[in-house]
């Protein structure tokens, strides 16, 4: 899959800043379901190409994926258009490797970062779901022009006619953080295929996205439908969203949300007391290199830090926000050598085998689950028990037999506003003993917070060991 990017400004070789890639070395990045190399084909004053080349490896994903193994596979599962085609997998890419590029920023010329330059984008093979009408109807009203040819299905054989697929060329005076994110958004609308990452956080990241463009495109209901996969209920509260007349800034939402849920629970000190109780079931293990996935921001990756016990301290998560708030927290930045290196935090989602996440002795999952839409859960089971594998997994989520003790939680709302649900401690025994016997784990149960005769504690907890 590849895209490059030309400038035709003078010195085109700015380029190389705006984008902090260096003209003169080409870089590889691992992304996790493949890797990004970025080099420039072309370099002089007038006209500066970069290319972005995505590797995706298509049998790393299907084993990531959720479902049955080995013969039940359909072999469509392995050979895909997904290693050669434009899709969300270009997305993520594009947000990882020129992240910075792409939020407007640069250190060494921040003031050709704001300005409109002339730029050309060529997607080589992008796979248009609605033909050639609809991906004028998505690249014009943005300003670009446009040239597209189809691919026929196989030149051998004319007869079989066209191929979904179109190579492209856009050119416009744009900024080039506005080129970078329209492409962020448009490619996988047009490709509309499934993407292995639509949940809450796709709603926020659309519409911050999409901030200044979208709420006036033409075919805004279309992006979002598409963008978000269809999920009637996720784009309708996007669109909301967008037509709302005081918009609230996306992460401002989800902090109030981490709010209320706190404010509920902090009466009793329920925060404090889940972090003690899954620090004692790590220590109690013996690891010594331990994962915290979805760390938020870090207060279990603070506590770990503070017991010497522990050599290896690995926080994941798929916000890069709450990354940054972690690494606030354990002020990583002046934190002596010593100490920094016992600790790393990595952007990684639960949805994807991530090979970082192999051969540790424990995981801890605190407040995760609940999180994840239930048919995605599977994924997540597989990547932490099948693929990572560690010899110890704690797993933390609300009791809702508990909810009706909290005083301002309305009867059947959930403690937080992402959660996707809230189990009983009847259904989370269920989950966990599945999973044992799945992937060969002990699960036992303890419960975090004070006890209440009829309905358990406030949180609980699963320990799985094998
Ligand atoms: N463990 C932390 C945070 C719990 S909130 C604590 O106890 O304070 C849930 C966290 O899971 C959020 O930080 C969210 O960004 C993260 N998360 C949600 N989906 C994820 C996924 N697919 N992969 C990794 N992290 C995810």
């Given at each position: 899959m590849l895209l490059t990017i030309t400038a035709s400004f003078s010195p085109a070789t700015d380029l190389g800043y705006l984008l902090h890639k260096n003209p003169s070395r080409a870089q590889s990045t691992d992304l996790g379901f493949g890797k990004a190399?970025?080099?420039?084909?072309?370099?002089?004053?007038?006209?500066?190409?970069?290319?972005l080349l995505l590797e995706?490896?298509?049998?790393?994903?299907?084993?990531?994926?959720?479902?049955p193994a080995g013969a039940d596979r359909k072999l469509e599962e392995y050979v895909n258009d997904r290693p050669y085609a434009a899709s969300s997998f270009l997305s993520v890419a594009i947000a990882r490797v020129f992240a910075s590029a792409m939020a407007g920023t640069s250190k060494e010329r921040p003031e050709l970062?704001?300005?409109?330059?002339?730029?050309?984008?060529?997607?080589?093979a992008l796979p248009c779901h609605g033909g050639e009408g609809l991906l004028r109807r998505l690249f014009e009203p943005l300003g670009y022009r446009l040239d597209a040819t189809q691919a026929p299905l196989d030149r051998s054989h004319p007869e079989w006619g066209m191929s979904p697929y179109f190579s492209v060329t856009l050119r416009a005076n744009r900024r080039l953080a506005d080129l970078l994110t329209h492409l962020y958004v448009l490619v996988p609308v047009l490709d509309d295929d499934k993407h292995y990452w639509v949940g809450d956080d796709e709603v926020e990241k659309l519409l911050r996205r999409g901030a200044g463009w979208?709420?006036?495109?033409?075919?805004?209901?279309?992006?979002?439908?598409?963008?978000?996969?269809?999920?009637?209920?996720?784009?309708?509260?996007?669109?909301?969203?967008?037509?709302?007349?005081?918009?609230?800034?996306?992460?401002?939402?989800?902090?109030?949300?981490?709010?209320?849920?706190?404010?509920?629970?902090?009466?009793?000190?329920?925060?404090?007391?889940?972090?003690?109780?899954?620090?004692?079931?790590?220590?109690?293990?013996?690891?010594?290199?331990?994962?915290?996935?979805?760390?938020?921001?870090?207060?279990?990756?603070?506590?770990?830090?503070?017991?010497?016990?522990?050599?290896?301290?690995?926080?994941?998560?798929?916000?890069?926000?709450?990354?940054?708030?972690?690494?606030?927290r354990l002020r990583l930045e002046r934190m002596?050598?010593?100490?920094?290196?016992?600790?790393?935090?990595?952007?990684?989602?639960?949805?994807?085998?991530?090979?970082?996440?192999?051969?540790?002795?424990?995981?801890?999952?605190?407040?995760?689950?609940?999180?994840?839409?239930?048919?995605?859960?599977?994924?997540?089971?597989r990547n932490v028990f099948e693929f990572a594998r560690p010899r110890t997994v704690v797993v933390t989520t609300p009791n809702s037999e508990y909810n009706v003790r909290f005083e301002g939680l309305p009867a059947g709302r959930l403690r937080h506003r992402d959660h996707r649900f809230e189990w009983t401690r009847a259904e989370f025994e269920r989950w966990a003993q599945d999973i044992g016997e799945r992937f060969g784990y002990e699960p036992r149960f303890?419960?975090?917070?004070?006890?209440?005769?009829?309905?358990?504690?406030?949180?609980?907890?699963?320990?799985f060991g094998r």
């Open positions: 190399h970025v080099f420039y084909p072309e370099v002089n004053a007038e006209r500066c190409t970069v290319a995706v490896d298509p049998i790393g994903l299907v084993r990531g994926r959720n479902g970062a704001a300005q409109e330059l002339p730029l050309e984008a060529h997607l080589a979208l709420d006036s495109h033409p075919e805004r209901d279309l992006i979002v439908r598409r963008y978000l996969r269809h999920q009637t209920s996720l784009a309708r509260a996007a669109l909301e969203r967008l037509t709302a007349e005081e918009e609230p800034e996306a992460d401002t939402l989800e902090t109030e949300h981490a709010v209320e849920e706190q404010r509920l629970e902090s009466r009793i000190r329920l925060g404090e007391q889940r972090i003690d109780a899954v620090l004692a079931m790590l220590k109690q293990s013996g690891a010594q290199r331990v994962l915290d996935l979805g760390c938020g921001e870090g207060h279990l990756l603070a506590a770990l830090l503070k017991e010497k016990l522990f050599h290896e301290i690995v926080g994941m998560d798929i916000s890069h926000r709450s990354l940054e708030r972690a690494s606030d002596p050598e010593r100490q920094r290196e016992r600790v790393r935090l990595i952007h990684g989602s639960l949805m994807y085998r991530d090979r970082r996440l192999e051969g540790y002795d424990a995981a801890a999952l605190v407040e995760v689950i609940e999180h994840l839409d239930p048919p995605r859960l599977r994924a997540m089971e303890l419960p975090v917070g004070n006890e209440d005769a009829a309905v358990g504690a406030p949180t609980q907890m699963a320990v």
